[in-house]
Nanobody
Framework: QLHLVGSGGGSGQPEGPLTSPCKTL????????IAWFRQAPGKEREGVAV???????MYADSVQGRFTISKDNAKKTLDLQMTTLKPDDSAMYYC?????????????????WGQGIQVTVSS
């Protein structure tokens, strides 16, 4: 999936949420993506949001109040609704799955990754 957003004032709204299959390549059949990460060229991968088994949601400070993570149980997908997009939101977005996650926004906590969805916000 590709989201290309041009916006004035460094903001924008995708047509719909990012969505990714819960199961990732080579992951165990009962593993599911629980987190969204993103990575811009030349920058480190950073955690965006996570939803745990109890439905608790946590967000990076940079997206708090603008992004919403959710699971679609019917479609078996992990979704990310984004509003008020900024140029700094431009990145490749990945869903992530892990067995034991002690710190949600450490990419080393996760073992499996989705294919990646490019999001580009014009400035």
């Amino acid at each position: 999936q590709l989201h290309l957003v041009g916006s004035g004032g460094g903001s924008g709204q995708p047509e719909g949420p990012l969505t990714s299959p819960c199961k990732t390549l080579n992951s165990p059949a009962d593993w599911s993506c629980i987190a969204w990460f993103r990575q811009a060229p030349g920058k480190e991968r950073e955690g965006v949001a996570v939803i745990d088994a109890n439905g608790r949601k946590m967000y990076a400070d940079s997206v708090q109040g603008r992004f919403t993570i959710s699971k679609d149980n019917a479609k078996k997908t992990l979704d990310l609704q984004m509003t008020t997009l900024k140029p700094d939101d431009s990145a490749m977005y990945y869903c992530a799955a892990g067995d034991t996650v002690l710190v949600w926004d450490y990419d080393t906590q996760y073992d499996y990754w989705g294919q990646g969805i490019q999001v580009t916000v014009s400035s």
